[in-house]
């Protein structure tokens, strides 16, 4: 496992549709989070999951924005109806515990989407 | 006002220069500290991670934390144009381990 990994790296999507993305974790990490990051920001917290349970999310994250991630391995993050606001770099991370063990997060390349 | 405020820049200094980015940050929970490396179009990598008030040493890099003034600084010594990269604090006081980031200093090391 070399790594965390986010498909597709780009997305180009007309305003109003739908669009998905997958996060693969490294293998042995059970808590993943999910960020979104615009241009000349740090990324900005969305969501995290503890094996499959998804225990906070965001007040950015509108009802339009569902994240799941069954049998606790993989995560998809959905965004309907999207809206050019939406256009940014949404980012994966994983990590294998929580404060005491887990601050060591590691980044996968991330998503850019772009709305038109 | 932001949790966590990061020096804007960017910054461009000559090679072999001692670098120094700062973040101040106003929630006193805060417990670690970390110091991200990001290259354009990439995500994020972890440099540096402290929990405490001091400093930690790792290899040219230095990471500060001073607790009671809210203050944390990484320090680059004989910096070389592959640190050129954006450089993002970031702080996790839960938990859930969750961070909050500063908006980055880009840095740009001159031959």
């Known amino acids: 496992d070399t790594g965390v990994s986010q498909d597709p790296r780009h997305k180009i999507t007309k305003r109003g549709q739908n669009v998905t993305f997958r996060c693969d974790p490294i293998s042995e990490h059970n808590r993943l989070y999910w960020y979104r990051q615009t241009l000349g920001q740090g990324p900005e917290f969305l969501t995290y999951f503890q094996n499959e349970a998804q225990l906070e999310k965001s007040r950015l994250l509108s009802d339009r924005f569902s994240a799941e991630r069954p049998k606790g391995s993989f995560s998809t993050l959905e965004i309907q109806r999207t809206e050019q606001g939406d256009s940014a770099m949404y980012l994966c991370a994983s990590t294998s515990g929580g404060i005491q063990v887990g601050t060591e997060a590691f980044f996968g390349q991330g998503t850019r989407l772009t709305v038109v | 006002q932001k949790e966590v405020e990061q020096d804007p820049g960017p910054l461009s200094v000559p090679e072999g220069a001692i670098v120094s980015l700062n973040c101040t940050y106003s929630?006193?929970?805060?417990?670690?500290f970390m110091w991200y490396r990001q290259y354009s179009r990439k995500g994020p990598e972890l440099l540096m991670y402290?929990?405490?008030?001091g400093n930690k040493e790792d290899g040219r890099f230095t990471a500060q934390v001073d607790k009671s003034s809210k203050y944390i600084s990484l320090f680059i010594r004989d910096s070389q144009p592959s640190d050129s990269a954006t450089y993002l604090c970031a702080m996790t006081y839960d938990n859930a381990g969750k961070s909050t980031f500063g908006d980055g200093t880009t840095l740009t090391v001159k031959p």
């Open positions: 402290t929990y405490s008030s």
């Open positions: 929630n006193s929970a805060f417990q670690y």
